[in-house]
């Protein structure tokens, strides 16, 4: 079953604005990442925060991590119409290897 | 993009033919995915290979195979394709915490 889940499942806004999106999970955690989609393309890799940071930046994204409540946020600012995606949250335990994904926000920016 | 290539990109198939997916990658990474991703589900670990030759089940392995034979060639086999299959596939890869992605293959069994 999905671990992560992200709210909202769709966001629409203009471009400029700041677009935030939230997952939250189930278990314990090692890790947390933040993936985008393209249309038609694999995930990449956009962020990663440990269990023991509670917010990281880079470039236009900031993510957020609050283990007590087992959720965390993307925040992308001053968004452009190249920021439109999907974006997944991952979340990957102590003792494996395995990525547990959540189903993801489509992100529409409007020009 | 990091080495990794799929292939067929597309495949349409009939119901109960055996399909096989090849997942390709240059980075000599020692972990490697298949996912399948369809609406509504995000993405869904089918099998994982943590070596040549050792392989594991993830949450929707049912009617799914993998192997293993080469550190850089991971193949994922549908024993008799069903109409519940189709689907877009990824493969990724990973040595550290993230994890690189191919380009998917987009299969319709029909």
């Known amino acids: 079953s999905q671990q992560g889940e992200e709210d909202p499942q769709a966001l629409s806004i203009q471009e400029g604005e700041n677009a935030t999106m939230n997952c939250s999970y189930k278990?314990?955690?090692?890790?947390l990442q933040w993936y985008r989609q393209n249309s038609g393309r694999g995930l990449v890799h956009l962020i990663l925060i440990r269990s023991n940071e509670r917010e990281k930046h880079s470039g236009r994204l900031r993510v957020t991590l609050d283990t007590s409540k087992k959720s965390s946020s993307l925040l992308i600012t001053a968004s452009r119409a190249a920021d439109t995606a999907s974006y997944f949250c991952a979340t990957r335990k102590d003792s494996n290897y395995q990525l547990i994904w959540g189903a993801g926000t489509k992100l529409i920016i409007k020009p | 993009d990091a080495g990794i290539t799929q292939s067929p990109r597309h495949k349409v198939t009939e119901t109960g033919t055996p399909v096989t997916l090849r997942c390709h990658q240059t980075?000599?990474?020692?972990?490697m995915y298949w996912y399948r991703q369809d609406p509504g589900h995000g993405l869904r670990l089918i099998h994982y290979?943590?070596?040549?030759?050792?392989?594991d089940k993830g949450e929707v392995s049912d009617g799914y195979s993998v192997s293993r034979s080469k550190t850089e060639d991971f193949l994922l086999t549908l024993e008799s394709a069903t109409s519940s299959q189709t689907s877009v596939y990824f493969c990724?890869?990973?040595?550290?915490?993230?994890?690189?992605f191919g380009q998917g293959t987009r299969l319709t069994v029909v």
């Open positions: 278990t314990s955690i090692n890790n």
């Open positions: 990724a890869i990973s040595e550290g915490q993230q994890a690189f």
């Open positions: 980075e000599n990474h020692r972990y």
């Open positions: 290979s943590y070596g040549v030759k050792d392989t």
